[in-house]
């Protein structure tokens, strides 16, 4: 058994200005994760996905137009704050655990609500 899991982002399922073959790769990625998971399902292993919001990290001051997006997500989400990177990490750690023990095949969303308004 064990456990597996990638990050993705929302341009996966969205369109998303100047994401473009990123968004593309993405949907490709949730969609390895779903046939993953039944593919190793029987051998106990968890497949899975997290979907973070824009973290204000020193790798994502090299994004164009990082600060936008951010902004957006703040101000649109329905907790109207920016992600914590620590919160991304949480759920990373949940989902990799045994917390999780029953969630395969998912894409999980920590980004503060924004992907049902998004």
């Known amino acids: 058994g064990g456990s597996i ?3 993705s982002y929302l341009g996966a399922v969205r369109a998303i200005p100047n994401y473009n073959v990123m968004g593309v790769a993405k949907a490709e990625l ?3 994760v779903r046939y993953l998971a039944l593919d190793l399902g029987a051998r106990n292993i968890r497949v899975n996905a997290l979907s973070a919001a824009p973290a204000r990290t020193l ?3 090299a994004i164009r137009d990082f ?3 951010a902004h ?3 101000q649109r989400s329905p907790l109207r704050r920016a992600m914590r990177p620590e919160e991304a990490g949480r759920m990373a750690v949940a989902l990799l655990s ?3 023990s029953g969630v395969t095949g998912q894409t999980v969303y920590v980004d503060m609500g924004y992907n049902v308004v998004g």
């Open 5 to 7: 899991l990638t990050l």
């Open 30 to 32: 949730e969609a390895c």
């Open 59 to 61: 790798a994502s001051a």
């Open 67 to 69: 600060h936008a997006m």
């Open 72 to 74: 957006e997500v703040e």
């Open 98 to 100: 045994e917390l999780a």
